[in-house]
């Protein structure tokens, strides 16, 4: 079955830490691969996404993802996270062979202290 | 600005009472999608519309129903709600079927007393 798992549901770091979360899916052929993000009250908002190409790929607010095809990966990084990036934070797969529908992973909740 | 629109933010509802949950878009996309989102789980889908296509998914309980009477709306019917309903309900909609980018809702969270 499709799967995706996320590593960690729950990251606690302090400001200016280096920050990554861990995404990967089962074997299903050609993937499009997607980083959401929800702040406390807010709805999910892209981050970033993979459909082909450099495998790293940037984002918004300094995230990137590297798309590791070996691996079956598509880890989220931040060099240096802030407070502001206290959220949830999803990965979703698009597999190959179907329409527009997304798997997404459990989530993982980040807190960021000052 | 809002672009996916859900209402209500908070639904309570009663046991075996019907309940609608709406979602609106100003974007103008061609497909539209509700999903379900348990506590400390990924969110699910449910189904989605392509147009006026309805699409089921597989594992999707027949007592969840949809409704699309425009481009702009989309509707969640719960025909008897049970306690294992609660959850947070989100709505997205993509501008078409082959991996667009999906924008979402702030969700309808629904509780089953």
């Known amino acids: 079955a499709q799967s995706v798992s996320q590593h960690n549901h729950h990251v606690i770091l302090s400001e200016a830490a280096s920050l990554e979360l861990g995404c990967n899916y089962s074997?299903?052929?050609?993937?499009?691969l997607f980083w959401y993000v929800q702040y406390p009250g807010q709805h999910l908002q892209l981050l970033l996404k993979?459909?082909?190409?450099?495998?790293l790929v940037k984002g918004i607010k300094g995230f990137e993802a590297e798309f590791i095809k070996s691996k079956f990966s598509f880890n989220l990084r931040k060099p240096s996270v802030q407070w502001s990036d206290t959220a949830e934070y999803f990965c979703?797969?698009?597999?190959?062979?179907?329409?527009?529908?997304?798997?997404f992973g459990a989530g993982t909740r980040l807190a960021v202290h000052p | 600005d809002a672009m996916v629109i859900q209402n209500p933010r908070y639904q309570v509802t009663q046991f075996g009472k019907p309940v609608t949950l709406s979602c609106s878009q100003t974007?103008?996309?061609?497909?539209m999608y509700w999903y379900q989102q348990k506590s400390s789980q990924a969110p699910k889908l449910l189904f989605h519309?392509?147009?006026?296509?309805?699409?089921n998914e597989a594992d999707t309980p027949d007592n969840f129903q949809s409704r699309r009477p425009n481009t702009s709306f989309c509707f969640l019917d719960i025909r008897s709600p049970g306690l294992g309903d609660a959850a947070m309900y989100l709505c997205?909609?993509?501008?078409?079927?082959?991996?667009?980018?999906?924008?979402f809702g702030p969700g309808t969270r629904l509780l089953v007393l």
């Open positions: 997205a909609t993509s501008r078409g079927a082959s991996g667009e980018t999906q924008y």
């Open positions: 074997y299903g052929g050609t993937v499009n």
């Open positions: 993979y459909f082909s190409g450099d495998p």
């Open positions: 979703a797969v698009r597999f190959s062979g179907g329409y527009n529908k997304l798997i």
């Open positions: 974007l103008n996309h061609n497909v």
């Open positions: 519309y392509y147009d006026k296509d309805f699409n």
